[in-house]
């Protein structure tokens, strides 16, 4: 089999590892000039893991990084709780810098697995890969849309619906030194949250995330520290302690309506391509896994027709992943409430549902095994 990889981004490239563990030969195709993790902190559940391990990636992340605060859930900025997680729920959550899972995953790609990178795609036409400079690659037995948001491949597979803007935007970073912590999660304001996730070596991931209109001009770390000024400890200690240049701020944005598929012929979208959601439950990187791995698994299959393997994989992943990108979409627009009545509603609200069916719901979103080869 002859693949096109579109996008080396993490799910990309795990598809990528994917299909050459079955024999394909397989082209990766990157715009950038280079492959590397942007971004900043991520977080890994469960269901990621396990998508990791059926691709043979699980080594990719160290078993000794995991989340050790036993205090995990959501507060109020004076730092009274909300709601809280059970450890349960969160015992398999594992909290990487993106950049070190993005070269990890590079360095346990097979040797069938060739990267161009400074290599836009113009257009894909059915097993035809059109390319910026002009050229083509052409005889494609399946061609895979992993490039994101603003996917090029996905109007050779759907009608493109654009992208949409969630509301608000969100600042990301890693602290530059350690921050003790004796707890982790996400504080809700109003139209404001900080959320907080500890790394192995003592170091701390955070976002901020603030209401904006659209176009609004954003600030910098200047500004995360004025909106967040006399929230509960440690926010502002965590703040101070990140270096102002390793600093991300994007508005948040998501499809503007679910596709309504992921394939068609031999081209395929994972990922952002198929499914891009906010990241208010922190799934965007593990459902991109989980797509790659349930695509390797089924096309792995003994005597696995490819037509046949890809709608199943339509058929597995539409459901599941839009169902997902839904609640993350509610759960960032609820975050984001600015006027105080609704805001204290909500905090209201909050308190009264029981830890444990909070739990239970963050359990179901991880309880997820790839098909059977």
Excluded at 48 to 58: E, I, N, V
Aim: hydrophobic share 40%; with cysteine; proline share 5%.
């Amino acid at each position: 089999m002859r693949a096109v990889v579109v996008g080396a981004g993490i799910g990309g490239l795990c598809t990528a590892a994917g299909l050459s563990s079955l024999g394909a030969d397989v082209i990766v195709l990157e715009r950038a000039p280079e492959v590397r993790g942007g971004g900043s902190g991520l977080s890994l559940f469960g269901n990621g893991l396990r998508a990791l391990k059926s691709l043979g990636l699980r080594s990719a992340v160290p078993d000794a990084v995991r989340v050790s605060p036993t205090l995990n859930g959501t507060r109020r900025p004076d730092g009274r709780w909300l709601t809280r997680f059970d450890q349960s729920a969160i015992e398999q959550l594992r909290v990487v810098r993106r950049r070190d899972l993005h070269e990890a995953l590079v360095a346990r790609l097979g040797a069938g697995v060739e990267i161009r990178t400074g290599t836009g795609v113009r257009e894909v036409r059915d097993a035809t890969v059109q390319l910026d400079d002009g050229t083509t690659i052409d005889d494609c037995d399946l061609i895979v849309g992993a490039d994101g948001l603003r996917s090029r491949v996905r109007p050779a597979v759907t009608r493109d619906p654009g992208a949409a803007y969630a509301g608000y935007v969100a600042w990301r970073a890693i602290t530059a030194r350690p921050v003790d912590l004796d707890a982790a999660g996400e504080t809700m304001g109003r139209g404001h949250r900080f959320g907080i996730a500890p790394l192995p070596d003592g170091h701390v991931y955070w976002f901020a995330a603030v209401s904006y209109d659209e176009g609004v001009e954003v600030g910098g770390i200047d500004e995360v520290r004025e909106r967040f000024s006399g929230w509960h400890a440690p926010i502002e200690e965590i703040v101070d302690a990140t270096d102002p240049k390793d600093v991300g701020v994007l508005p948040i944005e998501e499809l503007a309506r679910p596709l309504a598929g992921f394939v068609r012929g031999r081209s395929v979208l994972v990922g952002d391509a198929a499914h891009a959601m906010t990241p208010n439950l922190g799934q965007g990187a593990n459902q991109a896994m989980e797509d790659a791995a349930t695509l390797t698994a089924l096309l792995g299959r003994a005597g696995a027709d490819v037509d046949d393997a890809l709608r199943s994989y339509n058929q597995l992943r539409r459901r599941r992943t839009q169902s997902i990108a839904r609640q993350a979409s509610a759960i960032g627009k609820v975050g984001q409430w600015r006027s105080a009545p609704t805001v204290r509603l909500r905090d209201l609200a909050m308190r009264a549902v029981p830890d444990a069916a909070l739990s239970a719901q963050l359990r179901r979103i991880q309880d997820w095994q790839p098909p059977m080869r």
